[in-house]
């Protein structure tokens, strides 16, 4: 079943402009492994420092198998030290579309 996953992260003040531009180099290659259909990359428009990521995955087991990737490439560690905390990741079914 597919899914549509949302991880939210707060920046340390003024990092965030920081952390939108690794993801823009990072994320057309997280679109490209197997079960990535898309991303979406969105700021708050009241908070430059709060990021959210918006993706469809055709299961939690590739978003999973990315998301150890991911920390296996050290990516969470370069990024850690621009968060003001931990983020939060969901990932849901999707029970329809319109």
């Known amino acids: 079943m597919a899914i549509a996953t949302n991880l939210q992260v707060q ?4 990092k965030g402009a920081e952390l ?10 997280s679109v490209t492994k197997d079960g990535a259909y ?6 708050d428009p009241e ?8 993706a469809k995955w055709e ?10 990737w991911r920390a296996e490439t050290g990516f969470f560690d ?7 905390g931990e983020p939060v990741i969901r990932a849901l ?4 579309s319109f």
Do not use: M, W
Not at 11 to 14: E, M
Not at 78 to 84: F, K, Q, V
């Open 11 to 14: 920046c340390q003040k003024g």
């Open 20 to 29: 939108v531009e690794i993801l823009k180099e990072a994320l057309p290659v």
């Open 38 to 43: 898309r991303y979406d990359l969105c700021t």
């Open 47 to 54: 908070d430059e420092d709060k990021i959210e990521l918006f």
């Open 59 to 68: 299961s939690k087991a590739q978003f999973d198998a990315h998301l150890e």
């Open 78 to 84: 370069l990024i850690g030290p621009l968060l003001a």
């Open 93 to 96: 079914n999707i029970e329809a």
